[in-house]
């Protein structure tokens, strides 16, 4: 069973920044080559949506509303993944999701990100 442990997040105004981790582990022994590590969001009243996520490989996808904004990084040796949120906006706002991809998806328990305007 992999967990997803995640942190960072919180309340901010807007503007500012927040940087969100993730890191996941296995109680059965390591991790390796995880496919693909991202990041989803959902707001009250709203599905959940892409934020961004980044392939084994180092490629990246965006969603458009946050690209120039937020990046997306992993550290493979820590089997991590971050999420650099800059210039954050009010519409931010929302529950945040780490997902990784192995032999199946696994998510996080979601951590709150709040923008004060």
């Known amino acids: 069973q992999v967990q997803l442990v995640e942190s960072g997040g919180g309340l901010v105004q807007a503007g500012g920044s927040l940087r969100l981790s993730c890191a996941a582990s296995?109680?059965?022994?390591?991790?390796?080559?995880?496919?693909?590590m991202g990041w989803y969001r959902q707001a009250p009243g709203k599905q959940r949506e892409l934020v961004a996520v980044?392939?084994?490989?180092?490629?990246?996808n965006y969603a458009d509303s946050v690209q120039g904004r937020f990046t997306i990084s992993r550290d493979n040796a820590k089997n991590t993944v971050y999420l650099q949120m800059n210039s954050i906006k009010p519409e931010d706002t929302a529950v945040y999701y780490c997902?990784?991809?192995?032999?199946?998806?696994?998510w996080g328990q979601g951590t709150q990100v709040t923008v004060s305007s």
């Open positions: 980044i392939m084994l490989g180092g490629s990246t």
């Open positions: 296995a109680a059965s022994g390591s991790i390796f080559n995880i496919r693909r």
């Open positions: 997902n990784v991809l192995l032999w199946r998806e696994y």
